[in-house]
């Protein structure tokens, strides 16, 4: 199975300049985990910020969500892979690096984002297609 057939195209992204707070109510009306950052300028790369860095670095530090800005707990550099990349090696990154999201690149642009959530689904459907054809 490769990356594409798994992957979510459906990307929320928000300003680096944005409060933690705007990142939690958009995290929280979308129903997501995790928001692409984008570059502050053309020399920046895109970033990530989770529900889990939102935790760790904010709530449990009982830091005020609305003082502090996305970029500064967003995590940068990100793991990016291409969209025919097998799942297997996906799966070895995100161990390797203990991460729970890879970004899909294509042409210098986001095309995807692959989470273990995702990796799960589609070790599922993959195992119920085996089934079905045995």
């Not at 109510?25 to 895109?46: C, F, G, T």
């Not at 709530?59 to 969500?65: E, V």
Request: glycine share 4%.
């Amino acid at each position: 199975m490769k990356v594409e057939e798994i992957m979510n195209k459906k990307i929320e992204y928000i300003e680096p300049e944005a409060t933690v707070y705007d990142a939690i109510e958009k995290m929280v009306d979308k129903r997501i985990r995790s928001l692409l950052v984008n570059p502050k300028d053309e020399q920046d790369v895109h970033g990530l910020i989770t529900v889990r860095d939102i935790v760790f670095k904010i709530i449990n530090k009982n830091l005020n969500p609305r003082k502090i800005k996305v970029g500064e707990i967003t995590s940068k550099p990100l793991v990016c892979v291409a969209k025919d990349m097998p799942i297997e090696h996906v799966m070895a990154l995100m161990e390797k690096f203990n991460i729970a999201r890879v970004i899909v690149y294509e042409e210098k642009k986001v095309y995807g984002v692959v989470s273990l959530f995702d990796v799960m689904s589609g070790s599922l459907i993959e195992k119920a297609r085996e089934g079905h054809s045995a």
